[in-house]
């Protein structure tokens, strides 16, 4: 756990799996020159654990997935970071006030930061001047955030290096599978694939 302005990060939890993934099926198969479609099952499954390596390389989503972040109260300071990565839209900031009821605040109380990495939300000071006062008790949630984070909603909003990445990885993990007919380790990957993963990774909340 992580506490920032006073403020402890309880966890931030993906709430919905990314509608496409930054490459197609007909992509990866492109691209390892496969034209039958007796291993689809196979090369789907390879690009989805390659979407999450590249992922957590960069540690960042790459296609649009929902987050809800949880905090045990409200910062001290104007500003609540959302940690997964480019932040497009803020559903909904709910919290437990003093005397127990959950309240939801007004979405004119802050202003959505898209344009820094990591997102974040700030108090918007001709509404509010400071963040309400919440119920607390340690390690207990009272602040509950949800958004949306990453490049895009489809797999063209993802960068081209990103992409490039996940299909150098399918392509790998392939390749042992086809020789060694074992399954494969998918811990390892070329080297290449993380330096293009690395180019856009951002630093993670310690």
Do not use: C
Not at 168 to 179: G, L, Q, S, T
């Amino acid at each position: 756990m992580l506490a920032v302005d006073g403020a402890t990060y309880l966890s931030n939890v993906e709430a919905t799996s990314p509608a496409v993934e930054p490459v197609t099926l007909a992509e990866a198969k492109a691209h390892l020159r496969v034209t039958h479609s007796d291993e689809d099952s196979l090369i789907t499954s390879l690009i989805v654990a390659a979407r999450n390596y590249v992922e957590g390389l960069a540690n960042r989503p790459l296609v649009n997935r929902t987050y809800t972040l949880k905090l045990d109260r409200f910062p001290a300071h104007y500003e609540i970071i959302l940690p997964a990565g480019k932040v497009s839209a803020v559903s909904s900031v709910a919290y437990v006030d003093t005397n127990g009821q959950t309240q939801t605040l007004s979405a004119s109380a802050y202003t959505v930061e898209t344009q820094r990495l990591p997102g974040s939300i700030v108090i918007d000071p001709a509404t509010i001047s400071a963040w309400p006062t919440t119920r607390f008790y340690a390690g207990l949630s009272s602040v509950t955030i949800g958004y949306t984070a990453g490049f895009g909603a489809t797999a063209a909003s993802v960068p081209q290096a990103l992409r490039q990445a996940v299909l150098m990885a399918v392509a790998y993990w392939y390749d042992i599978a086809r020789e060694t007919g074992s399954e494969v380790n998918l811990s390892e990957v070329p080297h290449g694939v993380e330096a293009l993963a690395r180019m856009f990774s951002i630093p993670r909340m310690a």
